[in-house]
């Protein structure tokens, strides 16, 4: 890979940083990574102006050998299957244990249905789609899975549209029963039968399929600034960490970011001010993610061309900074945009069996998979 002198002094100190690295290239960059088997993931493209790709890609053998590899910036993402999308993918989720692929995006009032390619065939191909409700950049339908029930789709773009259906007879099994017009940032699964939606301003709404549609627990929105947005990341049982303590982060365009206890989600046990120069730009962009096998470690992006590792176990219900354990400056400094783009990180997701291996993508199509040692600081 060619580079500068910034880029070659980058990778130099990148041997002191990382276990592993690997950089490669998207034709076209991508918001989505999502797992669909031990070594695949799915990318698709999200422009508006042109049919987009949805990819899954085999991950390079040194990705998953037990061997340390070491540093090694390549370009083997091997393509197994692919298909095309009329409408930019801002979501796409894998329907666990079937060949089936869940996208949405601006444009379209649908959750599209695919299935992934057979034995016979590398094409991932359009099934059915499902009604969704809601059209607009930003009120586009947000999905969520869940390994529990592999039939299930939990969406909605509003509060007031949030359904679970049944993905092959389309049948409605649930309705949130609130009445709110408020956007949806993000919505999930914590086991088979309760889910966690969190609005763009920062509530919670919690519930189970279990009871009464209108008996939903929810936490009041916090105090914001003006125009500040929020999102939310959910610790899962599956993970293997302990449920015990904070299990749902949330994360505003501002860099504030509160834990909260999903036994308890009226009231936040932690606070903290992460390390944000400048306010997200593209809100939709912003991820919060816990590690799936380190406790109490958070990572975030969206705010720029990096993605911070964070470790909450000292942090108190009073907001403090707070500094990142770590910090991936990979995209920004191999950025191949023109000069001036802001490169924004557009997602990046914790690798699910090695405990500090990450995928990130940029908006320059770029896609690292990076091992970050452990240490106590950046500086």
Known sequence: MAGGDGEDEWFLESIKLYKDLHVFELQDPTRVIEWTGEKNICVAGYESLKRNEILQLLLPQKLYVKENQGLCPERDFKVEHGGFSDWPVYSLKHLPNTSLLLTSGPGENAIQVWEMATEDSDVIKPISNIYAGGKGENHWTKIATTSTNSSWVLHGSEVNNIHITEVESKKSMYKLGVNSSDAVSNLNFLDFCTFLVCTVKGQLYLADTREAQNAVKNAAAPSSLSGERWCMGVK??????????????????????????????????KKANCRIEEPSSNWGLMCVAWAPLLDDCLSVSGFNGTVQIYDSKAWHMTAEDVEPIFVHKGHAITCSGEAGDALLVTAHVWHPCKPRTLLSSASDGSLHVWDWREIQSTD
Not at 236 to 245: I, K, M, N, P
Not at 246 to 256: C, D, H, I, T
């Open 236 to 269: 899962h049982e599956l993970q293997g960490v302990s449920t015990a303590g904070p299990s749902v982060a949330s994360l505003s365009s501002e860099g504030r970011m509160t834990l909260t206890d999903v036994r308890n989600i009226s009231i936040p046990v």
